[in-house]
């Protein structure tokens, strides 16, 4: 069974930068990709980031030069260095972990960028 542990959502204002983590356990390989998704309100889920083991990133475009992923293999953890934050960047943010064509999902995490 895998578990994704999320962390670093919050209340920011626009301009101000945030930082998630996501923690992967138990049964998962070493060769997957990691990433994540968001969904905001009334809208369906999108990319944000992804990254493969070997890491190549791959960005959705409304947040390429914004945001950076990251990861940790020893850890089994991926980052994700959000910037510049502005209002349209409010959602509630997923980790996934893709390991043999399974999609492996966290509970979520809010991210709300208000003044």
């Known amino acids: 069974q895998v578990q994704l542990v999320e962390s670093g959502g919050g209340l920011v204002q626009p301009g101000g930068s945030l930082r998630l983590s996501c923690a992967a356990s138990?049964?998962?390989?070493?060769?997957?990709?990691m990433g994540w998704y968001r969904q905001a309100p009334g809208k369906q889920r999108e990319l944000v980031a992804t990254?493969?083991?070997?890491?190549?990133?791959n960005y959705g475009d409304s947040v390429k030069g914004r945001f950076t992923i990251s990861r940790d293999n020893a850890k089994n953890t991926v980052y994700l260095q959000m910037k510049s934050l502005k209002p349209e960047d409010t959602a509630v943010y997923y980790c996934?972990?893709?390991?043999?064509?399974?999609?492996?999902w966290g509970q979520g995490t809010q991210v709300t960028v208000s003044s």
């Open positions: 996934n972990v893709n390991w043999l064509s399974v999609n492996y």
């Open positions: 138990g049964s998962i390989g070493s060769t997957n990709t």
């Open positions: 990254i493969t083991s070997r890491r190549n990133t």
